[in-house]
């Protein structure tokens, strides 16, 4: 049933549902939070096809959520000035900037995938610690890089009558990002989280995600049976890095937000691992729960937000020692054993 | 989540009813203040800043002056008879909490007005909240001109770092006679680079030359291979335009490779931190900050003896200047005839010479505030006033 | 001239302090293969217990004059303690994941990282705001060498590091213990039936690794007395280079991570002053990248095929 289009279809029908009702019923301050959850979910379920699936351990996913972010950001403001004068909204469904933001996400995932391949092809090779220093310092290189960038332009005919370089590298660099129009609505970000699972879905039930996980459980013995390891690790890698950038394109779009290069670094990259590892690395259902949880605790616990760190910190060492498989493990949230056993004989085919 | 199985579906119900009760507890906790705005009862005001992080003075201290000028006005009989609540969010020093903070006093708490913030890209993230809603934001102490151009809803009490920079040109030149100065600035915090901008502008104008810029990251510990360049340059002064933070650390690595220099900053040095760990070596240096404790003015000595009395230290300018943001707004909700965003914006945007604590204070057409800026001098570990510079 | 000299001795000092990190990581890679993520913090614990001590006794207040000795056991204090520390994490946090993948002790290097980091940043620890080392030695300029002002401070920290790493070398090379370390680094089930208590080397590893981080911690604090919050970004960077050091040199190799360290310190600072201060960063990580490239395995590093 994973293969059929009802997953699909429900999952738009539920974003639609989300953006028509949720405002009125739960209040604007919600709505963000349904946002973050939704794009939280995106990066963790990404994040999950390296960490997870293919047992790397990658701790810059932030930067390819960063790379995304700006470029989407940058096509959207500077396109909407020399499309339209100005950096507002154009409200409607399939209007021109809808589009254009629509476009943008998507060329920021192109780019963030990009980056992907250049990150991954030469340390995907080395032994599997390295990976988590070279992403980190792909980070760092990239806050850095960001922080250099000149001022954003305000006004339309500053805009219109710079090159194409000179917007690419006006993105605000330590003041930040910011007056992005506020695309992003549950709508899009649900459609795309719907699109997130369901790849994920379909690519951990697949040949190929037998082949993922099976770098993971011994990368020597997958070689030996024709596993192209390399290969399928950069693979996962950049697919991975596509989604951040789609979640980057959408964050950067949302209210209240503004793209910092120092909060897209190796915290938030830190943030993204523990959802994977107390989700279970390798389970798309728990990515999701662990995302749900750990967005809306700290906005719960906001009393509390220094201990936020050192609880998190804690916790996960913990779950290494006691329970390293994350809540659910290597499973999905139906294909734990007790609630196998509550439908009897209605049978939950896994394939 | 799809449900392919009945199994499956129920877990999916049962997730989607846990987020639904997670999300009504956070929209129903704050709003319990809800209507509250806009009538009668309580008029609740929401304040934003970094109570934790790296620069957590300097939200700590704002709120400390916001707390204050409300506890006199509600002493004083309150606005029209109604007492003033205020409700303080932790943005941790991060843009997105800044944003998030903003978003829910404004949507979840029903907020009249908001405060903050003090580092102007947190500014940025929050002002474009504000603007949205259409709900009043005053910023105590963020000098990047960007945050004002944000929108109608807008302002700032404090002056801007063009001016600032001017002012640190001016006191170079006419005071400390430099003719050569080398700057080191910040180039993680958009405020250095910006003030470093400035400065530089106005300095030329004035005659003299820069040697050198030169640049660190904030937090860096080792500045010798800036220093030593700025050394070979042989300047009069030296432009340290960033946070405190540092500024103690860039001192003693500049007295101990032997320039004797004096060093110029901006109101990022305002700290009582400052002097702690730049000890001798930051002794007898200069910077350019919105007031000083020993302003004789009444309203100065006043607001000192009664944060001393209620804090237990001495407010340094930030505190300054989120009391004064604190009353122009309560001045201005006086004035005004409903609380209404717009209403309220456009009082704010009339307040012409306002007595503040920082001087006297009238937004101008851009929602910036038009006042003097002081010079003052590290002496004994304590600023102490040197000279007022007016605006032009 | 004046600017060659003078970047040569700050190199040299960084250089120095970067190597004394880089042992610690290196040693505990040798004997068990993974990356303790944890040691920089280790360091930085070092550098505030050093601040604590000393505002403790004391030194902190204006004009007060510490002995000499004072310098010394407050080093001596902030090693043991770091020692301990390092002993305590090990024995909690990675000796159960002795048989794990490797996957989860990374990460639980990780999160003993942050907990390091985050607890030492509540008030009841070291707070969050930046604190002045007081100064325990007085600092006076020795000698002035073509311009280049030679303070004691700087003398003094960067030949207690090189005492230190001869001590250390010493110990690896010329004792029992050291020889059992570099056994279990060999071969650690031949080492287990050669008889050696493989448990006891790896906390003593741990314990040495830690206080020479916890010493690099002291002279750091001395070198550059404004200490910033214990979860700034910046000890975390400083941890980053001490282990490019550490791969530069060639993992798992004692000398090599003396001479990454060095080497790390020069091109650093060599790299601000001559070419941008502003990429000082990036330098260090490019050069690792390039290494990963060329030559995995390090300077002094030997390549080793993986046996299957």
């Not at chain 2, 920079?165 to 006419?174: H, L, T």
């Not at chain 2, 400035?198 to 010798?224: C, H, M, P, R």
């Amino acid at each position: 049933m994973i293969r059929s289009a009802a997953p699909v279809a429900a999952g738009f029908a539920i974003a639609v549902l989300l953006q028509l009702a949720a405002g009125s019923v739960v209040g604007p301050f919600a709505v963000k939070l349904l946002m973050d959850i939704g794009i939280n979910v995106v990066l963790a379920v990404s994040l999950n096809l390296v960490n997870g699936f293919t047992g790397q351990f990658s701790i810059g996913h932030a930067g390819f959520m960063a790379v995304g972010g700006y470029v989407a950001g940058c096509i959207t403001y500077y396109g909407s000035f020399l499309l339209w004068g100005g950096a507002s909204v154009r409200p409607g469904l399939l209007s021109g900037g809808t589009l254009l933001f629509l476009g943008a996400c998507l060329v920021g995932s192109l780019v963030a995938s990009g980056a992907g391949f250049l990150v991954g092809l030469p340390s995907l090779r080395l032994r599997g610690d390295y990976l988590a220093i070279v992403t980190l310092g792909f980070g760092e290189i990239l806050r850095v890089m960001l922080q250099r960038t000149g001022d954003v332009l305000t006004d339309p005919a500053s805009v219109k009558g710079a090159a194409a370089t000179t917007l690419a590298t006006s993105l605000g660099g330590s003041l930040g990002f910011s007056g992005l129009p506020y695309y992003t609505n549950l709508l899009w970000v649900y459609v795309f989280v719907t699109v997130t699972l369901v790849v994920a879905l379909r690519l951990k039930f697949s040949s190929y995600g037998r082949a993922f996980l099976s770098i993971r459980e011994n990368e020597i013995a997958a070689e030996a049976v024709g596993v192209n390891t390399t290969r399928l690790k950069v693979r996962a890698f950049v697919l991975a890095a596509a989604f951040a950038g789609l979640a980057g394109g959408l964050f950067a779009h949302e209210v209240g937000v503004s793209l910092n290069p120092r909060e897209l670094g190796f915290q938030k990259s830190f943030d993204i691992v523990i959802m994977v590892v107390l989700g279970g690395m390798g389970s798309v259902s728990g990515a999701v729960l662990a995302a749900i949880v750990l967005t809306l605790l700290p906005e719960a616990l906001r009393s509390f937000s220094e201990f936020r760190m050192p609880i998190y910190a804690l916790a996960l060492i913990l779950m290494m020692i006691l329970r390293p498989q994350g809540l659910l493990g290597l499973r999905e949230v139906w294909e734990l054993p007790w609630l196998r056993r509550r439908s009897a004989g209605g049978g939950t085919e896994t394939a | 989540m799809t449900a392919r199985t009945p199994s499956g579906r129920a877990t999916q119900i049962a997730a989607v009813c846990l987020l639904a009760a997670g999300l009504t507890g956070c929209g129903g906790g704050g709003g319990a203040s809800a209507g509250a705005g806009k009538g009668g009862g309580t008029i609740l005001i929401g304040h934003y800043g970094s109570m934790t992080g790296s620069e957590a003075t300097f939200g700590q201290s704002t709120d400390n002056g916001v707390r204050l000028a409300i506890k006199e006005v509600n002493a004083a009989g309150g606005i029209n008879g109604r007492t003033v609540d205020l409700k303080t969010y932790d943005d941790q020093g991060k843009s997105q909490e800044a944003g998030t903070a903003v978003t829910r006093l404004i949507t979840d708490d029903k907020v009249v007005a908001v405060l903050g913030e003090v580092a102007s890209s947190l500014s940025l993230a929050g002002g474009r909240v504000a603007q949205q809603y259409g709900v009043p934001m005053i910023s105590p102490s963020s000098t990047n001109p960007a945050v004002t151009q944000i929108g109608d809803m807008i302002f700032r009490v404090c002056f801007l770092d063009p001016y600032q920079g001017w002012v640190e040109a001016k006191f170079a030149r006419d005071s400390l006679k430099a003719q050569k100065a080398a700057i080191l600035y910040d180039q993680a915090q958009a405020y250095s680079k910006g003030l470093a901008q400035y400065f530089k502008e106005a300095f030329v104008k004035l005659g003299g030359t820069i040697t050198t810029e030169q640049a660190y990251t904030g937090g860096d510990q080792d500045f010798s291979a800036q220093l030593t360049t700025i050394r070979q340059t042989a300047p009069d002064v030296i432009l340290v335009p960033g946070y405190y933070t540092d500024a103690g650390n860039i001192a003693i690595q500049v007295r101990k490779l032997g320039l004797t220099a004096p060093m110029l900053g901006g109101d990022g040095w305002d700290s009582s931190q400052l002097a702690a760990i730049g000890g001798s070596a930051i002794e007898g240096s200069y910077f350019s900050n919105h007031y000083s404790i020993q302003d004789t003015r009444p309203e100065v000595q006043n607001f000192v003896t009664k944060y001393k009395a209620d804090y237990g230290r001495t407010p340094d300018g930030l505190a300054a200047l989120g009391y004064d943001a604190a009353r122009l707004l309560f001045d201005a909700m006086k004035r005004s005839a409903s609380l209404d965003g717009k209403m309220l914006a456009a009082a704010i945007a009339s307040t012409k010479d306002f007595p503040g604590v920082t001087g006297k204070i009238t937004i101008d057409e851009n929602r910036d505030a038009r006042k003097s800026a002081v010079i003052v001098q590290v002496k004994s570990g304590i600023p102490t006033y040197v000279t007022t510079i007016d605006p032009q | 001239m004046t600017k060659f000299l003078q970047t040569l001795m700050d190199g040299v000092a960084v250089g120095s302090l970067y190597a004394l990190i880089a042992l610690g990581y290196t040693m505990v890679y040798g004997i068990l293969q993974f990356i303790n993520f944890a040691h920089s913090d280790v360091f930085v614990l070092g550098a505030w217990l050093s601040y604590t001590l000393a505002v403790a006794f004391g030194y902190a207040a204006a004009g007060a004059h510490p002995p000499l000795a004072a310098g010394l056991l407050i080093l001596v204090g902030a090693m043991a303690a770091c020692g301990l520390a390092g002993f305590t994490i090990e024995r909690l946090a990675y000796r159960p994941l002795r048989r794990a993948p490797r996957l989860n002790v990374l990460i639980t290097a990780i999160g003993v990282s942050l907990l390091l980091q985050n607890v030492g940043q509540l008030k009841w620890f070291f707070g969050t705001q930046p604190q002045r080392m007081p100064s325990l030695i007085d600092d006076k300029i020795l000698a002035v060498v073509a311009g280049v002002q030679i303070h004691l401070v700087d003398l003094a920290g960067a030949g207690t590091a090189l005492l230190l790493m001869l001590v250390l070398d010493w110990l690896i090379f010329r004792t029992r213990m050291g020889r059992a370390m570099r056994a279990v680094s060999h071969d650690t089930a031949v080492a287990a039936l050669m008889g050696i208590n493989v448990d006891a080397v790896v906390s003593f590893t741990f314990v040495l690794g830690s206080s020479l981080a916890a010493a690099a911690g002291f002279l750091y604090a001395m070198k550059y007395p404004g200490l910033n919050q214990p979860a700034h970004a910046t000890w975390v960077l400083l941890g980053l280079k001490a282990f490019v050091a550490a791969v530069i040199g060639g993992i798992g190799n004692v000398r090599g991570a003396m001479l990454g360290g060095v080497l790390i310190g020069f091109i650093e600072l060599f790299g601000a002053a001559y070419l941008s201060p502003h990429l000082r960063d990036i330098y260090v990580f490019s050069i690792l990248i390039l290494v990963l490239l060329l030559r995995p395995s390090g300077i002094l590093g030997k390549a080793v095929a993986e046996k299957v």
